[in-house]
C-alpha cells in the first residue's frame, strides 16, 4: 500500500488542527473544571478575524506579510471575545452549580455563530479564505500542500512555547498551582481571577493559530466551521486527558491518523466495505474514543484524579 | 520596650445561616510575638483563621494589619504580608517541593509576561533570586536535599516543615500554623518548637492554633482561649491555666456530690 506515507501525513496534519483547538479546552477544564463548550465558535471568530484582516489588505500584499497580520488579527479577535465570555458569561456563574455555565457555554455557542451569520457581510454561505500558491511539495512520496506549511510550522512552535510557559515561568506555576487547589493558590498570593482569564486567552489564541490554519488549507471560512472540528478537538482533549497539555496535542495527533488512515483502509477490510471513505470518518473518530475510553477512562496521558464536588 | 501592632482583629463575627462559629473576638499581635490559640474541637479556630486570610467574609469586624483594614481577598491578605498553614495539608501534591517554595514566593516576584516570553535579563535575574530564596528557605526548614522530590512522596513530618518552608517563602510579617503538629511525635514536636522560635528570629511574628498545651505553653508569650465561637480568656500561662472557664471547658464542670451529673469533657 503505497499510499500509506500519504495517509499518515494528512491524519497528522489534520490531527495537529484538532491538538491546537484541543489546548484551548483542556487549559479551562484543567483551571476551571468547565467545558467550553463556546471554544468551537472561539475557534470561528478567529478565522472571521484574520479574514478581515486580509480583505482589509491592499490586492497584491504579499502572504509572507499578509499571513502574520491574519494571524494577530485572529488571535486578536479570539482572545477579546473569549476573555469577554469569561468576563461577562462566566465569571458571574463561579460557584453556581456546574451545570450553570456549560448551559451558559452552549447558549454563547449559538450567539455567536448568529452573530457572525447576521453581521458578517455575506457571510451566509462559506467565504473564500486565501491559499498559498505554487506547487505542492513531495517529500518521501508524500505530497505537502504549501498551506499546510504554516501548521507543520505553527504547531510545534505553539506547543514548545507552552510547554516552557507552563514549567518554567511565574505564570506558568501559579496556573498549575491554581488547577490543582484553587484556595491554596489564592493564599499563595496568586489572584486566581487573573490565571483563568490567562487560561481562556491562551486557549484563545491557539484556536485563531489553528483558524488561520484551517482557512488556508480549505481554502473558506464559515459561521458552522467551529461546530464539527470543536467538537473533534474536545474529543481529542478527552482522548489524551482533559487537564493535560500535553494530552490535548497527543489526542489531536491519535485521533487525526486514525481518521486518516480508517478512511482510506477500512474498506479494504473483508465485510467493511460499506463503511470506508470520507462519510464514515466521524463514526470512526468516535469509535476510537469509546475504545481508548473503556480501557483507559482517564484519557490517554490522563491522571486519575477526584472528581471535585 | 515596646511592641508595635501588627495584627488588629476587631469584633470579628462569622455566622453561617443560624450559626454564630465565630463570636466578636478581638485579637491582637504584637510584632515579634507568639500567640497561642487553644479551645476544644468546634470553637471556630480555623473559622477565625479563614476570617483572617479572607476566605471567609466576617459578617461582621474588621481585620487590620500594620494599621491597614484587609480586604476579604486571600490573596491580597497575602501580599501584605500574613501566610498561613493549613491543619489538613494542602500541598501542590504534583510539584516538587522546590516548585511548592516557588509557588509560595509568586507575590515577591514580578514577572512581566512578555519579558518572561523574549526571556529578557530581567526575567533570568528574578527566576535565579527565587530559586537562591527558596534553596534558602528549604536549608532553614533542612529540607534542601530533597528539593526535587514530588512534594506528595514526602513523609508527613517533612509535609509539615514544606508547608511551613511555602509560607514563609512569601515574607510574611506575621505567620499563621493551624495545629502545626497534630499526628507529630513528641521529638518531632520538640524540632517543631524549636523551628517556630527560629520563625520569630528571623522578625516574623507567630500565630498559632494547637492542642498540645505543652507546645503552647512552652512558646506563647500569651494564649487566648476559644469557646463556641467566644474568645473567654486571653492572657500567660498561669491565667490561663488557673481560669475555671478554660476548665470547664476542656475537662467538663467540678463533679459536685449532688448527684447531678457534670457534662462530660467535651473533648
Keep these: ?309 | 520596650m515596646t511592641t508595635t501592632t501588627l495584627l488588629d482583629v476587631r469584633g470579628v463575627t462569622m455566622r453561617f445561616g443560624g450559626l454564630t462559629a465565630v463570636n466578636q473576638v478581638d485579637l491582637t499581635v504584637g510584632q515579634g510575638e507568639i500567640i497561642g490559640l487553644i479551645g476544644p474541637n468546634g470553637a471556630g479556630k480555623t473559622t477565625f483563621f479563614n476570617c483572617l486570610t479572607g476566605l471567609y467574609v466576617p459578617t461582621e469586624g474588621t481585620v487590620s494589619y500594620r494599621g491597614t483594614i484587609l480586604p476579604p481577598k486571600p490573596h491580597l491578605v497575602t501580599r501584605a504580608g500574613i501566610a498561613r498553614t493549613f491543619q489538613n495539608i494542602r500541598l501542590f501534591a504534583n510539584m516538587t517541593v522546590l516548585e511548592n517554595v516557588l509557588v509560595g514566593r509568586h507575590t515577591r516576584t514580578r514577572e512581566g509576561l512578555l519579558s518572561a516570553v523574549l526571556r529578557g535579563p530581567g526575567y533570568r535575574r528574578a527566576e535565579a533570586e527565587s530559586r537562591e530564596k527558596a534553596m534558602e528557605l528549604l536549608e532553614f526548614t533542612g529540607l534542601a536535599a530533597k528539593a526535587d522530590h514530588l512534594s506528595r512522596n514526602l513523609p508527613y513530618g517533612e509535609q509539615r516543615k514544606l508547608e511551613i518552608a511555602r509560607a514563609l517563602a512569601s515574607d510574611p510579617g506575621l505567620l499563621l500554623l493551624d495545629e502545626p503538629t497534630a499526628g507529630m511525635n513528641p521529638q518531632e514536636t520538640r524540632a517543631a518548637e524549636e523551628l517556630v522560635f527560629a520563625i520569630r528570629d528571623r522578625g516574623i511574628s507567630v500565630l498559632v492554633i494547637e492542642h498540645d498545651m505543652r507546645f503552647i505553653f512552652n512558646l506563647c508569650d500569651r494564649t487566648a482561649v476559644l469557646v463556641q465561637g467566644q474568645k473567654i480568656v486571653e492572657g500567660d500561662r498561669e491565667t490561663v491555666q488557673s481560669d475555671e472557664r478554660v476548665i470547664t471547658a476542656y475537662l467538663g464542670a467540678p463533679f459536685d456530690g449532688t448527684g447531678s451529673t457534670a457534662s462530660e469533657a467535651e473533648k
Excluded at chain 1, 477544564?29 to 468547565?34: A, D, N, P, R, T
Excluded at chain 1, 488571535?75 to 461577562?88: C, D, M, P
Excluded at chain 1, 471560512?221 to 493535560?244: C, E, P, Q, S, Y
Excluded at chain 1, 463514526?283 to 471535585?308: K, M, N, T, Y
Design chain 1, 1 to 309: 500500500m503505497n499510499e500509506l506515507p500519504q495517509q499518515l501525513a494528512n491524519g497528522l496534519i489534520l490531527g495537529a488542527l484538532y491538538g491546537l483547538v484541543a489546548i484551548g479546552y483542556t487549559m479551562v477544564y484543567g483551571i476551571v473544571q468547565l467545558i467550553n463548550f463556546a471554544h468551537g465558535e472561539i475557534f470561528m471568530v478567529g478565522g472571521f478575524g484574520a479574514l478581515t484582516a486580509y480583505l482589509a489588505l491592499p490586492g497584491g500584499t504579499t502572504l509572507w506579510l499578509a499571513v502574520p497580520l491574519m494571524l494577530a488579527a485572529g488571535i486578536t479577535v479570539s482572545t477579546l471575545v473569549a476573555v469577554g465570555a469569561e468576563r461577562f458569561a462566566y465569571r458571574p456563574l463561579r460557584g453556581a452549580p456546574r451545570l450553570a455555565p456549560l448551559i451558559t457555554a452552549i447558549g454563547l455557542s449559538i450567539v455567536l455563530q448568529q452573530l457572525v451569520f447576521s453581521f458578517y457581510p455575506d457571510a451566509k454561505k462559506a467565504k473564500v479564505f486565501p491559499k498559498i500558491p505554487g506547487d505542492a511539495f513531495q517529500v518521501l512520496g508524500m505530497t505537502i500542500q504549501r498551506s499546510d506549511l504554516f501548521l507543520i510550522v505553527a504547531a510545534p512552535v505553539c506547543m514548545i512555547i507552552l510547554g516552557w510557559f507552563v514549567n518554567r515561568t511565574r505564570s506558568g506555576r501559579a496556573m498549575q498551582a491554581t488547577s490543582q487547589d484553587p484556595d491554596t493558590a489564592k493564599l499563595m498570593g496568586i489572584d486566581t481571577d487573573r490565571i483563568i482569564v490567562l487560561a481562556f486567552a491562551i486557549g484563545a489564541a491557539f484556536a485563531a493559530v489553528a483558524a488561520v490554519a484551517y482557512g488556508l488549507r480549505t481554502g473558506q471560512v464559515d459561521f458552522r466551521m467551529g461546530f464539527i472540528l470543536g467538537l473533534k478537538a474536545f474529543t481529542a482533549a478527552v482522548l489524551g486527558g482533559i487537564g493535560n497539555i500535553y494530552g490535548a496535542m497527543v489526542g489531536g495527533l491519535v485521533l487525526g491518523l486514525a481518521e486518516g488512515l480508517a478512511t482510506a483502509y477500512i474498506q479494504h477490510l473483508p465485510g467493511m466495505h460499506l463503511f470506508g471513505g470520507g462519510a464514515w470518518k466521524d463514526v470512526w473518530a468516535f469509535v476510537l474514543l469509546i475504545v481508548v475510553l473503556l480501557a483507559r477512562p482517564q484519557g490517554l496521558l490522563g491522571e486519575r484524579v477526584a472528581d471535585r464536588a
